[in-house]
Antibody, heavy 122, light 107 residues
Framework: EVQLVESGGGLVQPGRSLRLSCTAS????????MSWVRQAPGKGLEWVGF??????????EYAASVKGRFTISRDDSKSIAYLQMNSLKTEDTAVYYC?????????????WGQGTLVTVSS | AIQLTQSPSSLSASVGDRVTITCRAS??????LAWYQQKPGKAPKLLIY???SLESGVPSRFSGSGSGTDFTLTISSLQPEDFATYYC?????????FGQGTKLEIK
């Protein structure tokens, strides 16, 4: 059974940093691209970023709203994807979902984690 | 970025009703569209991929159609567990984008 479990969320002050983790199980993590999607309270879904598998260079893509502030990485030996969030803003407050993509080039999501809440507030 | 406009934004229906939700893209996206169901406090769940392919384990009362700019999600006979919010998502271009959601409520 595919499982994605996010962790690392919490309350953080504006301008500070936070790192989220997504621990995967039930599939060969290294074969898949992974993506992060967020949802502000009471709002819709917003794609954050994407990382390809090492076989495809492990390259990344980011939404314009987070580019230069957020970084996605992966540790295939631990089956973990990370979302490093720097220079956080109040508008980054959201539930952050880790997702699996069935394509290395397109954000074609099949599984979602349960999400972790990030609150940016002073 | 490609904009996806869902209609209606909310919908009241009864158990047993046939329901159709539409998703219109601001430019052509071939069949690169997915539909998700989200219940309160839960993660979205994939229902339909590639516009019309039913995800494994999803009841056959759900179906999707369309290509290019106009897409539909149809629930043939609403069940109590289907009351939720539905989102479409395009993955033809970067950035991938989502529709604003359609909240399906019990009449």
């Amino acid at each position: 059974e595919v499982q994605l479990v996010e962790s690392g969320g919490g309350l953080v002050q504006p301008g500070r940093s936070l790192r989220l983790s997504c621990t995967a199980s039930g599939f060969t993590f290294g074969d898949y691209a992974m993506s992060w999607v967020r949802q502000a309270p009471g709002k819709g879904l917003e794609w954050v970023g994407f990382i390809r598998s090492k076989a495809y260079g492990g390259t990344t893509e980011y939404a314009a709203s987070v580019k230069g502030r957020f970084t996605i990485s992966r540790d295939d030996s631990k089956s973990i994807a990370y979302l490093q969030m720097n220079s956080l803003k109040t508008e980054d407050t959201a539930v952050y979902y880790c997702t699996r993509s069935t394509s290395q080039w397109l954000v074609r999501i099949d599984y979602w984690g349960q999400g972790t809440l990030v609150t940016v507030s002073s | 970025a490609i904009q996806l406009t869902q209609s209606p934004s909310s919908l009241s229906a009864s158990v047993g009703d046939r329901v159709t939700i539409t998703c219109r893209a601001s430019q052509g996206i071939s069949s690169a569209l997915a539909w998700y169901q989200q219940k309160p406090g839960k993660a979205p769940k994939l229902l339909i991929y590639d516009a019309s392919s039913l995800e494994s384990g999803v009841p056959s009362r759900f179906s999707g159609s369309g290509s290019g700019t106009d897409f539909t999600l149809t629930i043939s006979s609403l069940q109590p567990e289907d009351f939720a919010t539905y989102y479409c998502q395009q993955f033809n271009n970067y950035p991938p984008t989502f529709g604003q959601g359609t909240k399906l409520e019990i009449k």
